[in-house]
T-cell receptor, first 113, second 115 residues
Framework: AQSVAQPEDQVNVAEGNPLTVKCTYSVSGNPYLFWYVQYPNRGLQFLLKYITGDNLVKGSYGFEAEFNKSQTSFHLKKPSALVSDSALYFCAVSSAGSYIPTFGRGTSLIVHP | EAGVVQSPRYKIIEKKQPVAFWCNPISGHNTLYWYRQNLGQGPELLIR????????DSQLPKDRFSAERLKGVDSTLKIQPAELGDSAVYLCASSPGPGTSYEQYFGPGTRLTVT
C-alpha cells in the first residue's frame, strides 16, 4: 500500500521569507511524486512532479521540491513567499508506472503581509 | 485550451434522493478520474476510466454509486440513494493517458450537501 504524510496542518510564513511544506511517503518500488495546490472553491492545480532524474525539480510559480530517497521525503519549497501563495497544498505519491496516486491530507499555507 | 468542466457546482438534496454529476474532460485526454474529497482530506479515487473502460473501480461503493463514460469523452457519476455521509466535494480529473505524463488536471468540483 502507498501512503503520504503531511505532518503540518498549517504553515505560517511572512511574505518574502522562504517557505517549506513537508511531505513524506511510503510506496513499494520507485515513487512518482506530485504537488498540487488548491485555491478556495477551485479544483486541484498541478505544480510539479518527480518521476526520475534530478532530485531537485522546479515547477510553476517559482516552487521547487527535492526528492530525498533515503528520507522518503519530497518537501515543497519556495525562496520568497507571496501573499498570493496562500492556499491548500497536497502531496501525492504513486508507484512507478501507476496512474493511481494517493493524496495527503493537505497543508494550509498562510503567507502574512 | 478549455479545462475540465463539471456541473453542477453545488447541489443540495435530501437523503434517499438520487443525484448525478457531469464531467467533460480536456479534449484529447483519454484517462478520466472521479474523486471524492471530504472536508479536511485529500481526494480519494472512486473510479478511473481509460477511454470508455472502467479500469479501476475498486473504491466505488457499487451498491449506490454508478458511473459511465459511454463514448469515451464525458462522464456521469450517479448516487442513488444518497446518504448523509455522501456529503463531500466530487472532483473529476483527466490526463492524456498511458505512456504520457502522469499529472492530472482537475475540474472545480461539485459540492454535494445531503440533508
Amino acid at each position: 500500500a502507498q501512503s503520504v504524510a503531511q505532518p503540518e496542518d498549517q504553515v505560517n510564513v511572512a511574505e518574502g521569507n522562504p517557505l517549506t511544506v513537508k511531505c513524506t511517503y511510503s510506496v513499494s518500488g520507485n515513487p512518482y511524486l506530485f504537488w498540487y495546490v488548491q485555491y478556495p472553491n477551485r479544483g486541484l492545480q498541478f505544480l510539479l512532479k518527480y518521476i526520475t532524474g534530478d532530485n531537485l525539480v522546479k515547477g510553476s510559480y517559482g516552487f521547487e521540491a527535492e526528492f530525498n530517497k533515503s528520507q522518503t521525503s519530497f518537501h515543497l519549497k519556495k525562496p520568497s513567499a507571496l501573499v498570493s501563495d496562500s492556499a491548500l497544498y497536497f502531496c501525492a505519491v504513486s508507484s512507478a508506472g501507476s496512474y493511481i496516486p494517493t493524496f495527503g491530507r493537505g497543508t494550509s499555507l498562510i503567507v502574512h503581509p | 485550451e478549455a479545462g475540465v468542466v463539471q456541473s453542477p457546482r453545488y447541489k443540495i438534496i435530501e437523503k434517499k434522493q438520487p443525484v448525478a454529476f457531469w464531467c467533460n474532460p480536456i479534449s484529447g485526454h483519454n484517462t478520466l478520474y472521479w474523486y471524492r474529497q471530504n472536508l479536511g482530506q485529500g481526494p480519494e479515487l472512486l473510479i478511473r476510466y481509460e477511454n470508455e473502460e472502467a479500469v479501476d473501480d475498486s473504491q466505488l461503493p457499487k451498491d449506490r454509486f454508478s458511473a459511465e463514460r459511454l463514448k469515451g469523452v464525458d462522464s456521469t457519476l450517479k448516487i442513488q440513494p444518497a446518504e448523509l455521509g455522501d456529503s463531500a466535494v466530487y472532483l473529476c480529473a483527466s490526463s492524456p493517458g498511458p505512456g504520457t505524463s502522469y499529472e492530472q488536471y482537475f475540474g472545480p468540483g461539485t459540492r454535494l450537501t445531503v440533508t
